[in-house]
């Protein structure tokens, strides 16, 4: 297993539980896309992060990258309130270094947004978040090193009590997606709608740009 797949692994558990949390929510401000505890993502925002990420990977799927993207938003604030919650957190010199260490292997930020896309298991990250994405990784790690009940981390049950709490701190978490995006699967995340949705066209995020 490559440095960058390990890494992109290393939230793959918590991607799994974030898709346990709640319930598609009906849009609570106007031009939200999202709102998690009472923190506002924008449709602009998400957007204009979409633009970001398919002039690095042209020709991805921009409702997906959208979904994607929307996603990801909702498992980082989860992660950081589990940190918060048993008491961890990830100074910057850790995650510089994270950062630092894989970075020059894969080809600066845009070579890594490819790879991730190319992957087996594609990651969508925007160009923006690949701070944040590093981020999460080390809160996650010592999330799980917090709660490991058999001294590793990386066991069965270490992993299982880590998801089991991230779903505990998901689903007492306020959050909303607009349907436009989808609806919030208990199994598989944010679905379209069979209608497609309301998300972005590229040719509308184009006009926008």
């Known amino acids: 297993m490559s440095r960058l797949t390990r890494t992109a692994a290393a939230l793959a558990v918590a991607t799994l539980a974030v898709t346990g949390l709640t319930g598609c929510g009906a849009q609570e401000r106007l031009g939200s896309a999202a709102v998690i505890d009472g923190h506002q993502i924008s449709t602009g925002d998400l957007q204009a992060a979409t633009r970001a990420y398919v002039k690095t990977v042209p020709g991805a799927d921009t409702a997906e ?5 929307l996603q990801r938003e909702i498992l980082s604030r989860i992660i950081s309130a589990e940190a918060r919650k048993v008491g961890v957190h990830a100074s910057p010199a850790a995650v510089a270094k994270q950062r630092d260490d894989l970075l020059p292997s894969v080809g600066g930020r845009s070579g890594l947004l490819r790879q991730l896309a190319a992957g087996q298991s ?3 990250l925007a160009p923006s978040g690949i701070d944040r994405w590093f981020k999460d990784q080390v809160l996650y790690r010592r999330i799980a090193t917090k709660l490991a009940v058999d001294g590793n981390p990386q066991s069965q049950q270490s992993i299982a009590a880590t998801t089991k709490a991230l779903i ?5 978490m306020e959050i909303r997606v607009n349907p436009r995006y989808g609806t919030w699967s208990t199994r598989n995340g944010i679905q379209p709608l069979v209608s497609g949705g309301l998300a972005a066209s590229a040719d509308q995020l184009r006009d926008q740009g």
């Open 168 to 172: 505990a701190t998901g689903r007492a």
């Open 65 to 69: 990258v959208q979904r994607a993207l």
């Open 122 to 124: 594609p990651t969508i």
